[in-house]
């Protein structure tokens, strides 16, 4: 069973003006679709193509540097567009909202945490909210297209959270000014998925 690039539940133009159209259609139809792509391609004869995205991320020491670039790349980005949308941003509520204020005192010093940890992976990565197996949360970053799935991660736990901070997420609206992107990412995050993802870690 081949991996396919997911359709997003919303249209390219939903979440402007904190990520624009011509940004969300690239990002999506291009670089996401070349994930797919190229993982597929990585993992064609081998025991990979019947195995879960999850289930490959965590045995990723076991495999070839594209599937470990093109799996992460699938799983991370199909995570991203659920984990933003339209109407959404605030703050979350219920058990997450309790979860994150054991974890980080309250929610804006989660924001500033997750902020810095966006703010100062250098190059390309991600910054990740996540979930332990002490059942915690926790605020970790990763290089490239790695997540904390990985096997190889130096910080592993289930992401509820997933901030894209590839120069290909924001540099056509932001350029250089990635913590403008990060600011206006809290726009966009979509608690009740977050919330979602933390019930069924
Ligand atoms: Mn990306």
New binding site residues.
Partial sequence: MAFELPALAYAYNALEPHIDARTMEI?HSK??QAYVTNLNNAIAGTDAENMSIEAICSNISKYAPAVRNNGGGHFN?DLFWKVIGPNAGGEPTGELAAAIDAAFGNFDTFKQQFAAAATTRFGSGWAWLIVGADKKLAICSTPNQDNPLMDVADVKGTPLLGL?V?E??YYLNYQNRRPDYIAAFWNVVNWNEVARRLQTA
């Fill in positions: 990002h670089h996401h980005h894209d590839w290909h997420a």
